[in-house]
């Protein structure tokens, strides 16, 4: 280590070097001094060493209590303000590049938010190649998306391949109880980067949910809350393009679920986080490689296709196949299997997706009840539905449910049509439309089923314009407000509807629902037959798996293509 890098590391580690440097002198001091005092005593007279020496041994031991104590003080206050963190420190935010870990072959179902990415790592790699061109360097990186989406495992790939220091670091961190400790957190942060980006080149900081500082900024003005927030936030601009001397090769990723308009803009705007990254759901493809990446993990039936795996795990994010993979091996020693099944994988499956089966006994009533309900749903989903495949239907109760109908489209849907509604609302309402049919009344169990209808009607008339009386535009922004998007939360609206608009539209939402529910019974009416087999077949079995689905409705000649599932 050269004189430079040592001032450095003096600037970077000053309580550290002192607070050893002061041990240093005390241990050297009370060797000097024992050995003068050691001289002292035999140049006494007899009488003299001997009345010491018999106090001796009281001296000795109050000495030890009084030094036991004063060292455990010291090493308590030692090693809160060193390794804990004291007051204004982030605890262990300089995690080392080797301890990370994650290569980025280790980041897949992602490949084209690694595309983005990779031009920063490369430019981390080699500053000369954009210097040569008059380019700056990239000083932030904003990733946004749901959660589970691999956005902190694709910032700890960075840190890998760019091999400079990386430091993370949570935005509650930076909340504290006074005020100025979060501004001061951010200042020692930098501060450590710029001295570690002097010495190594350049270095990473990671701040993941960056929501719990980056909230808008409030303009009421008084100590508190809103003084601390305002000041950490104005600290992280000041830092991300603050009036330096000489540029840091210092590249700033956060992470957040939130959308980013309900971020501050200050902060978001070019010049800070220069890169908006949108880590969307993986997408069919992606959701295959992660099957495939995740089961090479494990030993399993090779006769397992990820391809099938995929299609099942429809709206799964990375985290939710991870659970997946981890919950079937956790039920594949349970069954005492040698390797990961289809069937370990298909009930774990329902554990992500519909929760563990619940301890609750059906009297053989509620049970055919429950049947028939089912049923209902099951055989208008399966034919009516667009473009949905029922895929499982049980009476095992899940979370508190008697039964349910699991229905899923074969590729992702990121826009619905009017029929698409229509078909949803027919589904939540043929559990109703059977219990009616069998029984002439119906149960409680069909409230959550009209209350996901009434919310579909409510919003193709209300939100979409889909409603019979052609009534057009987004009523419910315009009740409810619209955010500006800019600053504090500002809302504009705030509009009344009139009582006739209203009641118009509420009677659109009444005739979709009345028209959906009459189509519906006169098709388990006409497939009474089909309906009384289903709910035999699921009181029978309990629940009902995709190619028993698949050969009940065949045998009553209401095959539909085939799509593969578990």
Known sequence: MNSNEFSKYLKLHWLKVTLISVAVCILLSIIILTVIGLRTFFQLESFYRKSMLANLPFTIFLYLVVGTVSAAISAGIFVYFVWGGGMSRLGDKNTRVANVNVRWSDVVGMEAVKKEVWEVIDLMRDRAALKRVGGRIIKGVLMVGPPGCGKTYLAKAIATETKVPFLSAVGSEFVGMFVGTGSARIRSLYKEARILAEIHGGCLIFIDELDSIARPRTSQMGMGAGMSHNATINQLLTELDGLRQTENNIVTIAATNVPEFQL??????????????YVHMPGLKDREELFKYYLRQTKFDPSIDASVLSKRALWFSPADIANMVREASLLAVRNKHEQITYKDLSQAYDRVVFGLKSHIVLSEKEKTSTAYHESGHAIIAYLTH?????IKATIIPHRGALGFVAHRAQEELHTQTKEWFLANIKCSLGGYAAEKIRYGTTTSGVSSDFQSALLLAHGMVFNYG???SGILGNFDALTAGIRSGYGDSQLF???QLSEETRQRMERDVQTILQTC?????EILTREKELLDNFSQQLVTKGELEYDEIVEIFKKHGKERPKEKYL
Not at 265 to 277: C, E, M, P, T
Not at 517 to 521: Q, T
């Open 264 to 277: 501050d803009q200050a902060l978001v705007r070019s010049g800070r986080f220069d890169r908006k990254i």
């Open 386 to 390: 667009p473009t949905d495949d029922v």
């Open 466 to 468: 889909m409603g019979p």
């Open 493 to 495: 609206g705030g509009y």
């Open 517 to 521: 529910i009459k189509e519906v019974e």
